[in-house]
């Protein structure tokens, strides 16, 4: 099983901006939806954005909708996501996560049970 592996966090001024990327091996990466996740300090994780297998469709969180920007290099097995206008409530431990799925709906992409394989996270703490 691939394990995805963050990376990018650190520390933002609020109203910064942020890019983070998720490392993967394979078609067991590539050709998977990827979800990104985050969990703040004592908050569940929530969701944050997701993609499906080529790019071709992105789900954002409500929180972060107009601020954030997932993509993927499917060659390069990497996806990653921007967040710009960075606020202090973005401050969380950010999770990408390969889903059991090629292709999910805007509603089941949200959920973790969609995913089998998480990475450690990577911490990001913006600054007000």
């Known amino acids: 099983q691939v394990q995805p592996v963050e990376s990018g966090g650190g520390l933002a001024p609020a109203g910064g901006s942020l890019i983070l990327s998720c490392a993967g091996t394979?078609?067991?990466?590539?050709?998977?939806?990827i979800g990104w996740f985050r969990q703040g300090p004592g908050l569940e994780r929530e969701f944050v954005a997701g993609l499906n297998f080529d790019g071709s469709k992105k789900y954002y969180a409500d929180s972060v909708k107009g601020r954030a920007t997932v993509s993927r290099d499917r060659a390069k097995n990497t996806v990653a996501l921007q967040i710009s206008s960075l606020k202090p409530e973005d401050t969380a431990v950010y999770y990408c996560?390969?889903?059991?799925?090629?292709?999910?709906?805007?509603?089941?992409?949200?959920?973790?049970?969609?995913?089998?394989?998480w990475g450690q996270g990577t911490q990001v703490t913006v600054s007000s």
């Open positions: 394979g078609r067991a990466f590539s050709d998977y939806a």
């Open positions: 996560a390969i889903s059991h799925y090629g292709d999910a709906s805007p509603t089941v992409i949200q959920y973790t049970t969609t995913y089998n394989s």
